[in-house]
């Protein structure tokens, strides 16, 4: 029976409702909604501020301190900020515990660090402790999951940066709801976050995902903290992505790029070189693509068959398929071809997903190249947007791509049409060839 004190909330995206429903009205998943008892008793605090202007408020400088991986500072806007909330999402088994036990291991040969696992025990994580081959003495564990006993540990430790691994495995004893349901998570989340802000404690905080990659209890958590990562890939695949989604502190955009080895995560500085294999086969392009500041090659595939369904098949890994319908139509129309009569797969190398459009000339050409069975010109870099009329489009952070293609020795560049002072700047070995549509495109790239 419901009362004043209950509250109905759906698990899966959070929304309170004051009557069960067998379906959420708000993400419309079944089964999702679990009665639970308000929390009564929130806190205030009484701190006396008072309203400033601008020019009364001061800007200390922000000092951040290294997670010991290059790619994580990145992603985080340049080290962790002290005080800061991180949650770090992502889903079971990826590497979520193994990144963090290994930053914790770093910065705790500078600062005080305290380790809080709700997930494993002391053993398990000393049996990951010794694979990870760190050398720190200085690290703190603490196994609990009991919310008021972990406030306890660090008040009394002190850390400079605390991580809690994991939030739905953490229980607050006030309340009825089982540990991971949405107020329990809201309600720990809350608690620490105002004992970090209080004491300056960075605090890392672990969530997984549910299945459709919402972080549990999502919206409620999203918003008290000040950064959120995903970490993603496939358990198959070593490769492994850390995503800003949101950050207080610096660019969404970016992201750090891993490889999971025997011994733990190693960062990758060079993700071009495992994005491309510098073949020369038909179907095959290389396509210099943004992924926050940071430009990278990849490989673009296409598979390009006559097809045997009344409608041709089209599927791809790691461009939307929007994309690809719109690439098919534009060279439908501009160069001719009928491609309604072919089935056309794509696929970028190793899966990377790339969410710039500068990579559609690649996409483009490697369709053809298929098509025609022809390989195009060797050693070749594609750049640039497709417009719907067939022009080739400006590319964002261009200077940036042509830079990062000459460090991989690549000889012939195709780039929208570039000022000539960027053209000046190059060496002169090094064919930087401007076009201004597909057609001048497909010349270039399949000329005898
Ligand atoms: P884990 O960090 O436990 O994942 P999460 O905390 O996100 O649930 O990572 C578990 C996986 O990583 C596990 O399948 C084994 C693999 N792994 C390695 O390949 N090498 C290693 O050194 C470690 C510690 C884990
Ligand atoms: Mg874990």
């Known amino acids: 029976m419901s009362n004043k004190f209950s509250t109905f909330i759906c698990q899966n995206c959070g ?9 959420c009205v708000n993400c419309n998943e079944w089964n999702t909604i679990v009665e639970e008892r308000k929390n009564t008793r929130f806190k205030t605090t009484s701190v006396n501020k008072k309203s400033k202007l601008f020019n009364e408020i001061e800007i200390g400088n922000i000092s951040r301190f290294t997670s010991g991986f290059k790619e994580f500072d990145r ?10 909330i991180v949650l770090l ?33 002391l053993e398990q994580l000393k049996i990951r402790w010794e694979r990870l081959n760190q050398s720190s003495l200085d690290l703190k564990i603490y196994a609990e999951t009991n919310l008021s006993l972990i406030i306890e540990e660090i008040k009394r430790i002190k850390p400079c940066f605390a991580i809690i ?17 949405v107020s329990q998570v809201r309600t720990c989340s809350s608690e620490l976050q105002n004992l970090a802000k209080e004491k300056n404690i960075a605090l890392l905080i672990i969530g997984h995902v549910t299945k459709d990659g919402a972080l549990a209890g999502p919206k409620t958590l999203e918003h008290l903290v000040d950064v959120v990562l995903n970490f993603e890939g496939d358990n198959i695949a070593s490769h492994r992505l850390l995503r800003s989604v949101k950050n207080r502190f610096g660019s969404t955009f970016e992201i750090g790029i891993f490889e999971m080895l025997e011994n733990g995560l190693r960062e990758v500085n060079n993700p071009s070189s495992i994005f491309t294999n510098k073949e020369n ?3 095959v392009t290389t396509t210099i693509t943004n992924e926050g500041s940071r430009p990278f090659a990849v490989d673009i595939q296409a598979l390009v068959n006559k097809t045997f369904y009344n409608n041709p098949r089209r599927t791809t890994t790691g ?11 534009v060279i439908e129309k501009h160069v001719g071809f009928k491609l309604s009569e072919y089935d056309c797969y794509i ?67 195709l780039v929208p049409k570039i000022t000539s002072e960027i053209k000046d700047s190059f060496q002169k070995n090094i064919q930087i060839k401007e076009i201004s549509n597909i057609n001048e495109a497909i010349d270039y790239a399949f000329k005898k």
Do not use: W
Request: aromatic content about 4%.
């Open 15 to 23: 929304s309170e409702t004051s009557q069960y429903f067998g379906r």
């Open 347 to 413: 696929a970028t190398g190793g899966g990377f997903e790339i969410n710039d459009t500068s990579s559609d000339l690649g996409v483009a050409i490697s369709i053809l190249s298929s098509l025609k069975n022809i390989p195009p010109l060797k050693n070749c870099a594609f750049i640039g947007e497709l417009g719907l009329s067939g022009q080739v489009r400006q590319a964002s952070n261009l200077r940036a791509k042509i830079d990062e293609a000459i460090r991989l020795g690549i000889k012939n560049i």
């Open 319 to 329: 461009i939307s398929i929007n994309r690809l319908h719109q690439i098919l139509a």
């Open 165 to 181: 691994d994991s939030i739905q495995a953490i229980n607050n004893d006030e309340m009825e709801s089982s540990p991971g349901s």
């Open 281 to 283: 086969i038909s179907g």
């Open 89 to 121: 999402g992502g889903e079971p088994g990826i590497g979520k515990s193994t990144i963090v036990l290994q930053s914790a291991g770093n910065i705790s040969l500078n600062e005080k660090v305290l380790y809080i696992t709700a997930e494993e025990s």
């Open 75 to 84: 992603v985080l806007g340049g080290g962790i900020v002290p005080g800061s």
